[in-house]
């Protein structure tokens, strides 16, 4: 692989480590997870946090959409499009509280275009947030 296969997006938020937003491989693009934040602010959409930096709520829905907007950010500024993903895993950090209604977020958004899925609850992510994917798409 070469650098030029390393692809980040200037509308999307920066990575939390040392990653690209998305590498390219032939026709296959591997997006890196997404979050919901959005760039150039440290704030999470619909995280509400106490003095501590602890989550005291979280809006799912306001994530959901916000998530999407950034994975549309990478994969546009890779060459690809909504319609081009193929699987997408779903990382939940509340799937009793949360999935369905993130569910019918991504509904929503999947409607025409329906990419194999997985969605897995997991403890925590790496910043506040209560949803991240990972996508692959084709080019």
Known sequence: MTTEDK???DKAPDP?????????VGNLLFLSGVGPREKG?????????DSEGRVTSHDIEVQCHSVFKN?????????SSW???VDVTVFLTD??????RYNAVYAEYF???QPCRTTIEISSLPTPIAIELKVIATV
């Open 7 to 9: 692809i980040n997006s």
């Open 16 to 24: 939390v480590g040392a990653y690209p937003h998305a590498r390219r």
């Open 41 to 49: 602010s440290k704030e999470i959409p619909g995280v509400i946090q």
């Open 71 to 79: 994975v549309r950010h990478v994969l546009e500024a890779s060459g």
């Open 83 to 85: 319609d081009n993903i």
């Open 95 to 100: 799937m009793k509280g949360d999935f369905k």
């Open 111 to 113: 409607k025409d275009n």
